[in-house]
């Protein structure tokens, strides 16, 4: 075994640039090739946009990625503001470019308590029990059909856990499909995703299950409480998306803790993905050097972990630089004086960083991924 106990506590411890300077073109293999190898991915979420006006970072996409994913193209805000009229142009976009460099998909996320249009909840309010589910199940249907062997994984459902809103069951109380339509709409929602593509894989998405802090404890709880109703219902999940939104200056991180999480997860038969790997790098040192360097060796405890299980598919970032990280404009995570984060594998001029050294190093020494159903 590879894993060592890394527990790393809180350390002591904007706006985009214009025009970052062009990076040269560095040496291959990317990520992608180096995940090969052990037959798992490695990928990164995007926006059509970046791949229409940035040709080096669409070239860094297509030489480090063989999977990528929507960053908000596929969230039903964006795609049905108005009801039963959808725009599907920014993933339409996202998937040539992606067919173009055979790289493959993933579609996030079908079912979310977040970023809906406005009509949505008022009309679930609104709606008899039976018209209620329809309103769920016509999307889940429309994106997938028009994605089936384009898109070959979903988050079918994301984020549906939140302990901290109160339930004793862990459910996320602010939910309008819990509201409206009980624990039963995770349900509903994964057996029309097989439905209507029987080969996709079908994940179950959540975060905060990563750190060995009360917060996590308490997510991973409520989670695998869940994954036991949704087994004992034979709901057909077919893996569990770990987020992964690392925040080394906030949490601390056990390898053993992330360990025994995982190990738990694949008694349930799941398969296992990272799904929106990042660094939140608010409170490290003010030297960025420095900084990088306790980065990466986080993201390396953390996904030799991941990769020590034989489970785990790959490893998805949320973005690929620093240039378009979402960290940079949270205000939770963005630094003050406007300097951008650094939790991606590529800088802001697209230059490799020792994050992306320590992810190859993940890949590199990472035992082979079982064969499906194994």
């Known amino acids: 075994m590879r894993r ?58 297509a030489r480090e990625c063989d999977i990528v994913v929507q960053e908000y193209e596929l969230k039903r805000g964006t795609t049905e ?22 790289i493959a998909g993933r579609g996030h996320p079908l079912v979310w308590y977040a970023a809906n249009p406005d009509w949505l909840e008022p009309a679930l309010h609104a709606a008899k029990p039976g ?15 028009r994605y089936a062997g384009w898109i070959t994984e979903w988050d079918v459902v994301n984020e549906a856990i939140e302990p901290n809103d109160g339930r004793p069951d862990g459910m996320r109380a602010d939910s309008m499909w819990l509201r409206t339509m ?4 995770i349900d509903t929602a ?19 299950l990563e750190h060995d802090s009360p917060r996590c404890e308490r ?43 995982l190990d738990k997860i694949t ?5 296992i993905s990272v799904t929106e790997f990042d660094l939140a790098d608010r409170g490290g040192p ?33 973005g690929l630089s620093d240039r378009y990280s979402w960290l940079s404009n949270y205000p939770d995570y963005k630094w003050p004086d406007g300097q951008l984060s650094r939790g991606l594998p590529l800088d802001a001029a697209g230059k490799r960083k020792p994050l992306w050294s320590a992810i190859a190093d993940a890949f590199n020494t990472a035992p082979p991924m079982r064969e499906r159903g194994a």
Not at 182 to 185: F, K, L, S, T
Not at 190 to 197: K, L, M
Not at 245 to 259: D, T
Request: charged share 30%.
């Open 4 to 61: 060592r106990d890394f527990v790393m506590g809180a350390l002591a411890l904007g706006a985009l640039p214009s025009a970052p300077a062009r990076a040269a073109i560095p040496p291959s293999p990317g990520l992608a090739a180096l995940a090969r190898r052990t037959g798992r991915y490695f990928g990164c979420a995007v926006k059509s946009r970046q791949l229409r006006e940035d040709p080096d970072f669409t070239a860094a996409v």
């Open 81 to 102: 503001r108005k009801q039963g009229r959808y725009d599907f142009s920014g993933t339409d976009a996202i998937m040539a470019f992606a067919r173009k460099h055979d």
């Open 131 to 145: 018209q209620r589910e329809k309103l769920m199940t016509d999307y889940i249907r429309t994106a997938m059909r």
């Open 182 to 185: 009980g624990e039963g709409y």
């Open 190 to 208: 994964f057996h029309t995703a097989r439905e209507v593509d029987p080969k996709a894989s079908l994940f179950l998405t959540d975060f905060g």
């Open 219 to 261: 997510r991973r709880t409520a989670f695998l409480k869940l994954l036991d109703r949704l087994m004992a219902r034979g709901v057909p999940v077919d893996a569990v998306g770990i987020q992964g939104h690392l925040k080394p200056y906030k949490e601390g991180f056990s390898q053993k803790v992330f360990a025994d999480f």
């Open 267 to 271: 008694g349930y038969g799941l398969d």
């Open 286 to 318: 003010p030297d960025p050097d420095k900084r990088d360097r306790e980065l990466a060796a986080v993201a390396k405890a953390f996904l030799d972990v991941a990769l020590d299980n034989p489970a785990t598919r790959g490893v998805v970032c949320w």
